[in-house]
C-alpha cells in the first residue's frame, strides 16, 4: 500500500499501511527523545499552534491573563494547545517503563494540565502560585483518586514538598525521574510504582514516593509494566516546549 502523505503543521508526515510497525523514535547520543515532534504522538489535533512566542491574554469575558495568545511560525519550537486552551491529550505512540521526563511549560491564570506516565498516574499542572498548604491537587502534586460516581476525591493525594510554582505567564521547568511497577511471573505486582525525584523550577518536590496505584478516576485500572507517557492538554491553556523523555537502562 502506497503511503500517504498527511499535513500536521505545515510539514509533511508519512502515515504507515496498517500492515507495517510504526517507527520508534530516535534518541540523540545521550539516549534523549525529543517528543517537540508530530510523529511521536498517537495523534495531534489540528488546532495546536506551533509558534516561537506566546502572551498570557484575557478571555473573551474579559478576564485578565486566562488566556493564551500566539502566531503560528514556521519552525517554531513552542507548543500552544489552540485558541481556546482545550485539544486532545497527546499520548506517545512508543511505551515507556523505568525512564526520566524533562518538560518545560507555561500556563496561563487559573489554567490546568498535567503529565501521567502510563497516561494514568498524574503529576498536576495548576496555577498555584502563592498559595499555602497545597496537596496532590496543586502544583506538582500527585494526583488524588476521585470516584468517578459520586464525585469528589477519595485522599488528598500526595503533596509536593514544597509550592515551587512560578506566577503564570512565566515558563516552568518540570524534572521527573519514574520507576514503574513490578510484577512477577504471574503478573501479580511485587512493588508500586515510584517517582524516584522530581524537581520543579529547580526545587525538590519529591523524593522516593510510592504510588500505591493509579491516581484521579483511573485508580482501579489494571497497572502494567510500561506504558503511553501523556500530556494533559484539554484542562486549560497551556504551552509547551523542550519535552524530551529518556527510557532508564
Not at 22 to 48: E, F, S, Y
Request: proline share 5%.
Amino acid at each position: 500500500m502506497r503511503l500517504l502523505a498527511l499535513a500536521v503543521f505545515g510539514v509533511s508526515v508519512a502515515l504507515a499501511s496498517p500492515a507495517e510497525e510504526p517507527k520508534k523514535p530516535t534518541a540523540n547520543a545521550d539516549g534523549w527523545i525529543d517528543l517537540m515532534k508530530p510523529d511521536v504522538w498517537k495523534k495531534v489535533d489540528a488546532r495546536w499552534i506551533v509558534t516561537d512566542e506566546v502572551k498570557l491574554a484575557p478571555d473573551p469575558k474579559g478576564n485578565a491573563d486566562r488566556r493564551l495568545k500566539a502566531e503560528k511560525k514556521e519552525g517554531g519550537k513552542i507548543w500552544v494547545n489552540g485558541e481556546t486552551g482545550r485539544v486532545p491529550n497527546l499520548i506517545t505512540k512508543e511505551a515507556f517503563g523505568d525512564c526520566e521526563v524533562h518538560i518545560e511549560f507555561l500556563i496561563a491564570k487559573n489554567s490546568n494540565g498535567g503529565i501521567k506516565f502510563h497516561e494514568v498516574y498524574e503529576i498536576q499542572i495548576l496555577d498555584s502560585f502563592g498559595k499555602k498548604g497545597i496537596d496532590g491537587t496543586g502544583m506538582g502534586g500527585v494526583y488524588p483518586r476521585a470516584d468517578t460516581k459520586k464525585g469528589g476525591y477519595l485522599d488528598r493525594g500526595i503533596a509536593p514538598k514544597v509550592n515551587a510554582a512560578k506566577p503564570a505567564g512565566e515558563w516552568q521547568t518540570l524534572d521527573v525521574i519514574w520507576k514503574s511497577p513490578r510484577f512477577d511471573a504471574k503478573g501479580e505486582k511485587t512493588a508500586n510504582a515510584k517517582i524516584v525525584k522530581a524537581t520543579l523550577n529547580g526545587e525538590a518536590i519529591h523524593d522516593n514516593v510510592e504510588l500505591k496505584t493509579p491516581t484521579g478516576g483511573n485508580w482501579m485500572r489494571k497497572e502494567t509494566a510500561t506504558g503511553s507517557f501523556m500530556l494533559q492538554t484539554d484542562h486549560g491553556p497551556t504551552a509547551w516546549r523542550n519535552v524530551r523523555i529518556k527510557a532508564a537502562k
